[in-house]
């Protein structure tokens, strides 16, 4: 953790801002009265459920709200100069080189009709005046740094041929393209595997010590802020409600809120325990309650919370630290985690099997686009889903994790295996017959993408039940979808709003009701939390563990969160670059990796308590267009020996029955000292 530099001046200085939404002629209060100061090469966490006002903020300082919001009150004040007031051709000169700013949803964020290397030129053009050659060659350097395989060939492709990992770190690449002294990081790894976050981080943290980079960091990974941030603002319906150092809220957050997030993470319970999922949801802007705004959710509230407004006032003996609540907690949260796991459930017959299952896409160059190569994006994967059954998939984004997923779905053409589904073929029977689509569904990774903007979030869940059949009738069809949406946590009202009326983890639970409205037996989820905060995670994994035991359902579970591995999982399988390298229980797989690379990715996840250290990898992931002869991961490899960059090891069975791709399975690097 670096160092703050010793002064007092304030890079950036926030006082009393307020900002309200305009419906009419009314104004909605919707943030009211932050307080905020952050300093040359500090880091400062603000967390809080989706809708608290995080994002807003975030707009405001950048001078980006949407034209329905606006400043009220307040103060700005960056390098001394007041922003609020400022023209906006001075604030375009700043945008990108004074301030930069990583979007929380690269997808809407990134232009499609502008190729990656076009979109970084433009900054680096701008702000740094580079002309010519030299533009290309920083861009690369920039895409190398963020962990992006073959940077070059990148540079030269359209947003929509990279993964939502990549498009990611092309924003993050973006950002730090103009050098900025204060960096506003919304949600800036949320859709990074855990490897490429490591590396992330540790880049905004060199670039801190070397620049003296100030960074405001929205996120709601609590390990990430334990990690990165010297403070932390916990903000809640619009109002901070907690302001500590780091080491104070992770040893002792007071504010209920604060300790509900630390309560709903997977690592706080025993696997198979409920998560502690918040009731209720965040108010609306519009129907705000008097006084204390969590009032209606807090299990320690008492008549003075719902008469008087709490003020946001230091603690006795540590002025620093500040919490609005009339009766602070205390006590460590840690203690929550105890007791033991729950027994391995019996499991069926597998509804889906799939054996040798291979996407290729090829290369085309040339006038005539002739085919030149292959990119061997899934390479030979096999595995079963049972009833009652999760399987996770996990891997560092790019490894084929998705194609994996949509492939099974017959959104992509196989180029050679099977997919069956309980005996029957169904390859190549996506334009036939379609009522299978029924038994097996599929949560994207990316909402707002895969959500009809000129669709109402009715019409969006009634579609797929009118087209196979579940309903009779739109007014049954009504009621069924106003019932999905309160399963996932969102007011049945929300029915005739638009998708991009709601935020990104709320588009993300809309997309999970959309998933269950046809009652699928399999459920393929692509990163189906990552744009979740805590709280709501909490509750789509309590609904997702209920409707599996209830209804047996079986889940495909993509995603690069170990927590939720850990929580949900029974069956762990590791990819690398088209292939899986180890597959187990996953109790087995996370207490004791067999895979060097399975060890690097558990080695790189954020700790709440701040122990560990990653396992540093050596040169970046190799193009899937022409992957490494022998194992796949030996140029990358600790361990690696002669054998490993001659032949490919065969997935083998271990004695506990867990299969891994590997020559040396579990040998230390410590045994192979001397070894070529």
């Avoid at 709601?220 to 403070?231: C, E, F, I, Y």
């Avoid at 602070?328 to 796991?341: R, V």
């Avoid at 990552?530 to 909490?538: E, F, G, I, K």
């Avoid at 109790?587 to 690097?600: D, G, K, Q, S």
Wanted: proline share 7%; with cysteine.
């Amino acid at each position: 953790m670096p160092s703050i530099p010793d002064t007092n001046d304030a890079l950036l200085t926030v006082q009393g801002l307020s900002l309200a939404i305009r419906r009419g002629r009314a104004h909605t209060p919707a943030v009211a009265g932050l307080d905020f100061s952050l300093r040359a090469g500090e880091t400062l966490a603000l967390v809080g459920e989706s809708g608290c006002g995080k994002s807003l903020t975030a707009q405001a300082l950048m001078r980006l709200l949407p034209p329905a919001i606006r400043v009220t009150a307040g103060q700005v004040r960056f390098q001394g100069r007041e922003l609020l007031n400022l023209p906006e051709a001075d604030m375009r000169e700043l945008r990108g080189r004074g301030m930069g700013m990583i979007f929380q949803e690269p997808a809407t964020s990134l232009n499609p009709v502008l190729t990656v290397g076009q979109q970084i030129g433009e900054v680096l053009v701008r702000h740094l005046g580079l002309q010519g050659r030299a533009v290309r060659e920083r861009a690369e350097v920039l895409l190398q740094q963020v962990g992006i395989a073959d940077p070059a060939r990148r540079l030269d492709e359209y947003p929509f041929q990279l993964s939502g990992g990549m498009k990611q770190r092309v924003m993050i690449a973006m950002a730090l393209a103009g050098e900025p002294s204060l960096l506003i990081a919304d949600e800036p790894t949320t859709a990074l595997d855990v490897t490429v976050q490591s590396q992330i981080l540790d880049l905004l943290q060199e670039l801190q010590a070397r620049r003296g980079m100030a960074l405001l960091l929205i996120t709601h990974d609590l390990g990430v802020v334990a990690r990165m941030a010297h403070r932390v603002g916990v903000m809640y319906a619009g109002q901070l409600v907690e302001l500590a150092s780091r080491d104070a809220f992770f040893q002792e957050a007071r504010h209920p809120y604060s300790r509900a997030l630390f309560a709903a993470l997977p690592e706080a319970v025993p696997r198979g325990a409920r998560l502690q999922a918040l009731a209720g949801q965040v108010p609306a802007f519009a129907a705000m309650p008097k006084a204390c705004r969590f009032a209606e959710r807090c299990d320690r509230v008492q008549p003075l919370c719902r008469e008087q407004v709490p003020l946001l006032a230091p603690l006795a003996g540590n002025p620093e630290n500040q919490v609005r609540c009339h009766f602070p907690g205390s006590g460590s949260f840690l203690a929550a985690a105890a007791g033991p796991g729950a027994s391995s459930p019996t499991f069926g017959p597998a509804l889906l099997e799939v054996n040798g299952l291979q996407v290729h896409f090829p290369i085309r160059k040339g006038i005539l686009q002739r085919v030149r190569g292959q990119v061997r994006a899934v390479d030979g994967v096999s595995l079963e889903l049972a009833p009652g059954r999760t399987v996770a998939l996990v891997g560092e984004s790019g490894c084929g994790k998705t194609t994996v997923g949509k492939a099974l779905m017959q959104l992509l053409p196989l180029t050679a295996g099977s997919v069956r589904w309980q005996g029957q073929a169904l390859a190549g029977q996506g334009g036939k017959d379609r009522s299978w689509r029924r038994r097996m569904q599929m949560v994207f990774q990316d909402p707002f993408a895969s959500l009809n903007p000129r669709m109402t979030v009715g019409d969006i869940l009634l579609e797929g039940m009118q087209a196979l059949g579940v309903v009779k009738d739109a007014a049954a069809g009504r009621a069924a979808s106003a019932a999905l949406l309160e399963q996932v946590g969102l007011q049945g009202d929300s029915l005739d709003r638009y998708p991009h009326e709601f935020s990104g983890g709320q588009r993300q639970r809309i997309a999970i009701a959309r998933a269950l409205a046809v009652s699928p037996q399999v459920l393929i989820c692509d990163e189906p939390t990552s744009a979740l905060d805590v709280s709501v995670q909490a509750q789509i994994l309590n609904l997702l563990k209920d409707l599996q035991e209830r209804l047996q359902m079986a889940y495909l579970f993509i995603t690069h969160n170990f927590a939720v591995v850990e929580y949900l999982a029974h069956e762990v399988a590791v990819m690398y670059l088209g292939r899986v390298v180890e597959r187990g229980s996953a109790a087995r797989v996370l207490a004791a990796p067999a895979h060097p690379y399975t060890e690097v990715l558990l080695s790189a996840v954020p700790r709440l308590d701040g122990r560990g250290r990653p396992i540093a990898l050596a040169g970046e992931t190799p193009s899937p267009a022409a992957p490494p002869a022998g194992c796949h991961f030996h140029p990358r490899c600790p361990r690696a020996v002669a054998l490993c960059r001659e032949r490919y090891p065969e997935l083998m069975p271990l004695t506990d029955g867990r299969q891994v791709a590997c020559h040396l399975p579990g040998v230390s690097a410590v045994q192979l000292d001397g070894e070529g």
